[in-house]
Nanobody, 118 residues
């Protein structure tokens, strides 16, 4: 059974930083494209960042230069480092796994809440 388990939820002040982690089943970690999506209240879920098995990364325009996605092959974990956080970054963040870039994710994590507020 494939599992994606997020951690790192929190409340941070504007301008602060937070790191999310996603523990991924070994069976898919090395081959799937790992992504982070987010969904704010009343909005559609959107792609934030993704990283291929070879380490190529892509970012949504609103987070470019502030967020960084990485893979830890020793721990089968994907991280999302978020810096210079803004109130509009407030959302539930989901880890995802897709077979290739552009494909709809096949697996999802349960989601973790990020709140940016003073």
């Amino acid at each position: 059974q494939v599992q994606l388990v997020e951690s790192g939820e929190g409340l941070v002040q504007p301008g602060g930083s937070l790191t999310l982690s996603c523990a991924v089943s070994r069976s898919i970690f090395s081959t799937y494209v790992m992504g982070w999506y987010r969904q704010a209240p009343g909005k559609q879920r959107e792609l934030v960042a993704r990283i291929t098995s070879s380490g190529t990364t892509n970012y949504a325009d609103p987070v470019k230069g502030r967020f960084a996605v990485s893979r830890d092959y020793a721990r089968n974990t994907v991280h999302l480092q978020m810096n210079s956080l803004k109130p509009e970054d407030t959302a539930i963040y989901y880890c995802s796994a897709a077979l290739w870039v552009g494909a709809s994710p096949q697996y999802w994590g349960q989601g973790t809440q990020v709140t940016v507020s003073s």
